[in-house]
């Protein structure tokens, strides 16, 4: 079975994470990390394939940079990296990114594809829907508990309702929950053998995209303005003077909490 | 500039968080607001629509839709964006409504703008604002081209009652094959005894300030009378007194709950950066320098042991 | 009333912790040809070099098989750990890359061109000329933490294999021959227990072995103890505290500062000082500097450092700026007769601070770092060359032999006594530093003893009372600087650090204070005259002050504490 992880390299968490006052958009300059939830999904490919055989490809779209968190998702396991890399991508939005990374994953023809279903500096970006669309595949997400079998997967999909248990049959698109497994760290020699594996860089035009369709041209969205939080306006401090109780109680009713 | 909202419906009811972006729709007063609900027996959910500001209500009843799936909802949009000819298409994020909200963009490749906490209407344009950065940073964000698309924060907009009526315009929807494929297998009940923390609407929190681990049973019986979740600081999960399960902050879990309340917190900021997204934060604690009453939105100075179990009964009381 | 040492109460700890033989099977151990421990400006030197060497002589190069060069570094990746002011002497880092890079391909901040001493009181800032020892054209202001980041470029570039996230734990030693190191196991549970995903360390052989460590080195003191090199005079270390702020007006000289607010009387032991150095025209880098050899249970570099950056001239420079970065790290004193008495054993060769090459009065270690590193790779090489077995006795004695009639020798032996001069408190220490200069270190004739800085006994003077409360956007707290320095060490994990933790008062209440990190924390009396000691392991930054001040720090699991970028 031929599984393609999509992953993304995310600014390392630290105080430096920050907007780029030239472009608003967050900066994406100094050391990267795969994104957390990524590493779930890639652990998720690396114990299907450890079931029951084939391959595990990682996918990103980002700068040439990003190949070293590709190399991370190698040193746990991973057999081969791809990574899109193009000037003009810079800048893409859901819809532009998801355009190129389906190009990408439609040339990897994979039984399955994995996403991991949150991005530490988007928030929410719900990429893995767009593409399946894309795609033209069925999708499961928000799936806290995976298995293959044949030639269908079954995902245990966590809703506010409770958890839905959904089957599709492959190839098929899955976003997993950081609910779903512990990653594993890579080993001394999974981190020393991650650089002699197969590490492709491709461009969009490999991929018969045009430079129109990706990177702030082939964004639909757009950021106007980066500003500070307003500052909280009506904070309340008070000193119990044994009707403290009641006064919560009274604060909550007005704001409706309670 | 018209303004499609789309309805989730759970058990033929139109979830809170629709309505919410419904009645928030109407109230920009744009132009024309309508609702779409999809699925089987859900014209009763129509009238809710109308009430909340939509005057007229796209409704797609078919199998494909029974299933709470989100792929057969995209093709059901797909032709009812077709049918009203609406410029801004709106979500409540939920676990559903995120993912239709993103098939359709990829479908109807039109931007999507997600996370939202607010929207206004700008010389003609809508315009959403969101939080970035942790919540640090809040972004003014806009489309270039229709439809627009908007997947808005849970629990951001409250629904209100306008009362009106929406004419109710049937539609027929083309599934795609793939669209489908996925089918519902089985449903299980959550059998825990209540919210995770990061699904927990109400969260109590409990720091140093307890004193020891027996503190840990005022928290629960507060946020049992609240419906909500217990949470602790690294301290004290690393004092042994509550599960690290239950750990809020850098190190542990992020979690935004409408209701944070925190007892005995000192606010150091490797907490601070797991839960400042949350929407009133309300602090007891009786040292009035600690850093939490800095972010609070209620900050009470005082003794917990005496404040929390009151608290608790009065709102025991109330139910 | 004599007061309480330190010393007194020793950590549970013992060098067979970080010294002993190999216990993986041969197939699960790793070979490589070289393995260097630490990614700093040391290692990363020795690690270039040997690119450089082998890429000459590929025939060697394959004899080393698939990984000729390793560098083993703890942290998220090098840099994350490096932290110094720094105003680096050019010449190592120039000798390294002649006729491949010149210093401006290189990260750096900028010659120096003018430069000010002061003297200050509280209210007041003397400037005087700067001692001889301090001049500093020609030298350059940099990061030591970017320029981590480039030797580690630089190093893979050249063929080495640079491994972050990796600890090395064990020194192994086979039969009196250092045949390697041990890695650190991940995935533990604060009991020791191992978790669904734990992934045990693993035996990494060499045929040579470079502990390039930096300050409080692991390994190295284990290695120094094992080996019997302990230098004539123990060991001693100070504590630097340091910010990077973001300024509204450029600084156009490099700055040190001496006096206020240290306390001058010998009984204090304070001795120290500050830096301002400008990076570029948009940051400064600010720090302070107090050997561990001081007395006063409440003193605090972090705190420190709050103090002085109320000073006037502080005020003068940060007004209106932003902090972007704080880190803490200690830096090793004692000079020539502290350094180890050779700095090689079979199949080992010391690099760097972890040798104690660190020149306190230029306030330089840096390119020392650098040059030692290049010899060793020099010496490796050749050991190997030769079809050595570094494993026989005074094979690698050429290291000792280059080190010795290097300038880095020259230049320590001047000024080996000026440090411990300061004992005897500031003016004294002064007149005594100045004679040493005038007379490169002829005067005095009889070298001064140091003792180790845990065997102070304590005093309290009610010191804290003079540090400023932290308003949170000009001066901080312990946490909020933590959290600056991005440390997010995982909390569920064994602690590292190993203090006796029933101690008198004065004890632990000294450790609470001397902490940058906030780690130690008082707890509850046992009733009979000691104390509880509370440890938060997580919010170490791994500075080494507790191991000079009588615990011991080991690494934690490799990816914890600091993520410096630009220290």
Known sequence: MKIAVCVKQVPDATVHKRLDPGTNRLDRSGEGALNATDVNAVEEALRLKEASGGEVVVVSLGPEKAMDSLRKALAMGADRAVLVSDDAAAGSDLVATSRALAKALEREEADLVLFGQQSSDGDGAVLWAAVSDRLRRPMVSQVAELTVDGDAVTGKRQTEFGYDVIAAPLPAVVAVSDAINEPRYPSLKGIMGAKSKPQEVISLSDLGVDPGEVGEAGSRTTVRAVAPPPAKSDQVKIEDDGSGAEKIVDYLAEKRLI | MSTLVFLETHDGEPTKGGLGVLSKAAALGAGEVSAAVLGTGVRDAAAKAGAHGATKVFVVEDDALAPPLPQPRVDALEAVVAESGAENILFAASVLGADIASGLAARLDAGLNWDLTDLRVDGGELVGTRPALGDTVLVEVGWTSTPRIGLVRSGTFDPVESGGTAEVHDVSARFQDFSTQARLVDHLQEESSGPSIEDADVIVAGGRGLGGPEGFSMCEELAAALGGAVAATRAVVDAGWYPYSAQVGQTGKTVSPKLYIALGISGAIQHKVGMQGSGTIVAINKDPNAPIFDFADLGVVGDLAQIAPKLTELLRARQ | ?567
């Open chain 3, 1 to 567: 009333m004599k007061g309480v040492r330190p010393a007194d109460y020793p950590p549970p700890f013992s060098d067979a912790e970080a010294i002993g033989p190999a216990t993986d099977a041969p197939d699960e151990r790793i070979d490589v040809g070289i393995l260097i421990v630490g990614g700093g400006p040391g290692g990363l030197a020795c690690a270039v070099r040997l690119g450089q060497l082998l890429e000459e002589h590929p025939d060697l190069r394959e004899q080393l098989g698939d990984v000729p060069v390793a560098v083993l570094e703890k942290g998220k990746q090098p840099g994350s750990h490096l932290l110094s002011g720094a105003v680096m002497n050019p010449r190592a880092i120039r000798k390294l890359f002649a006729g491949r890079l010149a210093i401006e391909d290189m990260p750096t901040y900028g010659e120096v061109e003018h430069e000010a001493v002061y003297l200050l009181t509280k209210g007041s800032a003397l400037r005087i000329p700067p001692p001889p020892t301090m001049m500093n054209r020609g030298n350059w202001v940099v990061s030591v933490s970017e320029l981590g980041r480039f030797l580690a470029e630089q190093a893979e570039a050249g063929g080495a294999m640079i491994l972050p996230e990796t600890a090395g734990q064990k020194l192994l030693v086979d039969h009196g021959r250092v045949a390697g190191v041990r890695t650190g196991d991940k995935g533990r549970g604060k009991d020791g227990e191992p978790l669904p995903n734990f992934e045990p360390g693993v035996d990494v052989a060499a045929r040579i072995t470079v502990l390039a460590e930096g300050t409080a080195g692991h390994l190295t003191t284990a290695a120094i103890d094992h080996f019997g090199l302990h230098g004539r005079n123990p060991q001693i270390w100070a504590l630097g505290v340091k910010e990077v702020w973001k300024v509204p007006r450029p600084l156009h000289r490099i700055v040190h500062t001496m006096g206020w607010p240290l306390r001058k009387r010998a009984r204090y032991g304070e001795f120290g000082g500050s830096w301002i150095y400008p990076m570029g025209s948009e940051y400064v880098s600010i720090g302070f500097v107090v050997g561990l050899e001081y007395a006063d249970v409440e003193l605090s570099a972090h705190d420190l450092l709050q103090e002085f950056k109320t000073h006037r001239l502080v005020r003068k420079i940060l007004a209106g700026g932003e902090r972007v970065a704080w880190g803490a790290k200690t830096i090793t004193e004692g000079g020539l007769h502290s350094m180890p008495s050779k700095l090689n054993a079979p199949g080992l060769l010391l690099v760097g601070e972890g040798a104690g090459l660190v020149n306190v009065p230029r306030l330089k270690g840096v390119h020392y770092a650098i040059e030692s590193g290049r010899l060793a790779a020099e010496t490796a090489f050749a050991a190997l060359q030769r079809g050595e077995v570094a494993g026989r006795s005074g094979a690698l004695d050429p290291y000792d032999e280059a080190l010795r009639s290097s300038y880095v020798w020259k230049d320590l032996t001047e000024v080996r006594n000026m440090r411990q001069a300061f004992d005897k408190g500031f003016y004294m220490g002064g007149a005594l530093a100045s004679a040493m200069t005038v007379t490169k270190g002829k005067l005095p004739p009889k070298d001064f003893e140091t003792h180790p800085n845990a065997e102070t006994p304590l005093l309290r003077t009610g010191r804290a009372t003079s540090y400023p409360a932290p308003d949170g956007s000009y001066t901080f707290d312990k946490l909020s600087s933590v959290f600056a320095s991005g440390n997010r060490t995982r909390d569920d994990q064994p602690s590292h650090i190993r203090v006796e933790t029933s101690v008198p008062r004065e004890v632990a209440e000294m450790w609470h204070w001397m902490c940058p990190a906030q780690v130690y924390e008082v707890g509850e009396e046992n009733g009979d005259g000691t104390v509880q000691v509370l440890v938060n392991p997580s919010n170490c930054v791994q500075c080494g002050a507790i191991s000079a001040k009588g615990g011991r720090l080991t690494p934690p699991e490799g990816g914890s504490g600091p993520e410096y970028t630009v220290t």
